[in-house]
């Protein structure tokens, strides 16, 4: 049987598609069993979802009217 | 790049004769056919790659180049409020300091307004800014000697750490000291406090400066496998265990801060 720790490194594969089919039902398998990795694997999850919410910062003002000076210069030529 | 099962591609309209994508498995097609896709390729005919690997531009990606060639400045103030702030975070993977990336950035939109009439529609236009970004710099931290070209590296820079402090498992490799299942159910939930989203921030910066480029390409912006692999030019077996180091990384600092709360 997979351990926990190995199976903490082949989380990203996992979630990646790129187990073989028997490591995927090891891995599977593993999951259904163990409530300690069912909790790293839903942390895992979360984590992932959570940066793409990430905010990026916003554009500063006066570089937002730096640049659409030079959008109406490049408009010109 | 390592070898890769090539990308099925589903051709919508039978005979269809427009290039197929860009991907280097690109079922044998060969550079001599890209480049003669005209801007006005109807949607309809652009075939896109089945497992939507490489995403071609949309409607709407078409239609906003359409509307910055003919000098829409509206258009234009979009984008740059949409894409600078995600620019720069993406630019300080490789460059140190804020201000070269702010740098970077502006050259970054002189680029995109220059290259608008050679944009071809074959991947998304965020994924043609990103790559225009990436390109610039490149060179930029080349020349600061802040680079590590990816080709030098192994795997992946950065130590080999384990996933999780070895530590936390007994000697049969299961869990002494397990984790728990974080409270908050979603991402917005982590995000309202405050405190949690400076760890992400500070655990993001202190990534090795390619784990993080992969890291901020894959999990904050998106963007599939197949493109990442692309827009670095590295192989999809380095991308995977850059990105595994990264979100390890992102999620040992996010549990230190869930779990002393």
Redesign the interface.
């Known amino acids: 049987m997979l ?4 199976l ?2 082949l ?3 996992y979630l ?1 598609g ?1 187990l073989s089919l028997w490591d995927r039902m090891r891995f599977r398998f593993h999951i259904g069993m ?1 409530k ?5 694997l ?3 999850k ?14 500063p003002p006066d ?2 009217d ?3 000076d ?3 210069n ?2 010109r030529e | 790049m390592d070898k890769q099962a090539p990308l099925m591609h589903v051709s919508l309209l039978p005979g269809d004769r427009q290039p197929q994508g860009e991907h280097p498995g690109g079922m044998g097609r060969s550079d001599d056919i890209r480049g003669t896709a005209p801007l006005s390729t109807p949607v309809s005919e652009v075939v896109r790659p089945a497992r939507g690997d490489i995403v071609a531009a949309s409607p709407e990606d078409r239609a906003v180049i359409e509307r910055l060639l003919a ?1 829409d ?1 509206a258009t ?2 979009r984008l ?2 949409e894409y ?3 620019l ?2 993406l630019a300080r993977s490789f460059v140190k300091d804020q201000a070269t990336a ?1 740098d970077v950035v ?1 050259d970054t ?2 680029g995109v ?2 290259g608008l009439r050679s944009f071809e529609g074959r991947s998304a236009l965020k994924t043609w800014i990103f790559r225009i970004l990436i390109n610039r710099a490149k060179t930029r931290g080349i020349r600061e000697a802040r680079l590590v070209p990816f080709s030098s590296l192994g795997d992946g820079d950065g130590p080999n750490e ?3 402090d ?1 530590a936390r ?1 007994g000697s ?4 002494a000291d ?5 409270e ?5 939930a ?2 309202l406090r405050e405190e949690a ?1 400076k760890r ?2 500070q655990a993001i910066e202190e990534l090795p400066p390619r784990q993080r480029t992969v ?1 901020v390409l894959r ?2 912006e ?1 963007l599939s ?1 197949e493109e990442v692999c692309k827009i670095l030019e590295i192989g999809d077996t380095n991308q ?1 265990v850059m ?2 180091r990264a ?2 990384a ?2 040992r600092a ?2 230190r801060y869930l779990e002393e709360e």
């Open positions: 351990t926990c720790q190995e903490t490194e989380v990203t594969d990646e790129r163990c300690h990795c069912r909790a790293f839903h942390d895992r979360l984590a992932i979802k959570t940066l793409g919410k990430m905010p990026a910062d916003p554009i570089v937002r730096e640049l659409l030079r959008f109406r490049w408009k | 000098g400045e234009f103030a740059v409020d600078h702030g995600r720069v975070r702010e502006q939109w002189m307004l220059n384990p996933a999780v070895p498992f049969d490799g299961m869990w397990p984790p728990q299942r974080w908050d159910d979603t991402p917005e982590v995000l989203r992400l921030e890291l999990d904050i998106g496998a995977r990105l595994h979100r390890s992102v999620h996010l549990e």
